[in-house]
Nanobody, 126 residues
Framework: QVQLVESGGGLVPAGGSLRLSCAAS????????MAWIRQAPGKEREFVAA????????YYADSVKGRFAISRDNAKNTVYLQMNSLKPEDTSVYYC???????????????????WGQGTQVTVSS
């Protein structure tokens, strides 16, 4: 088992920044790729970003590319999502997840995840 706990969400004006953290405990964290996924009310879950187990490879949804940055610190068992130039459409609950597999097709990343955190709310005001 891997337990994941997100933090860092909040209310921010458009154009602002937030950094989300996801602290992991339990099974070997460094063996997993990690991802951030978000879900807005009434919408399906949306892949945001992922990072390989080593941290050397990163993947982003087109909607956040150039604005968000994912990273990880395996010594601290933590993955981060730095979010800059936030827009009202970024408002969602953000979840971190341990990646079993990640595929790219049709212009989108599609992941299968073994473990999920409880989520943290990000609200961007216009």
């Amino acid at each position: 088992q891997v337990q994941l706990v997100e933090s860092g969400g909040g209310l921010v004006p458009a154009g602002g920044s937030l950094r989300l953290s996801c602290a992991a405990s339990g099974r070997t964290f460094s063996g997993y790729g990690m991802a951030w996924i978000r879900q807005a009310p009434g919408k399906e879950r949306e892949f945001v970003a992922a990072v390989s187990w080593s941290g050397s490879n990163t993947y982003y949804a087109d909607s956040v590319k150039g604005r968000f940055a994912i990273s990880r610190d395996n010594a601290k068992n933590t993955v981060y999502l730095q979010m800059n130039s936030l827009k009202p459409e970024d408002t969602s609950v953000y979840y971190c997840a341990a990646v079993r597999s990640l595929d790219y097709s049709g212009g989108y990343y599609h992941g299968v995840y073994d473990y999920w955190g409880q989520g943290t709310q990000v609200t961007v005001s216009s």
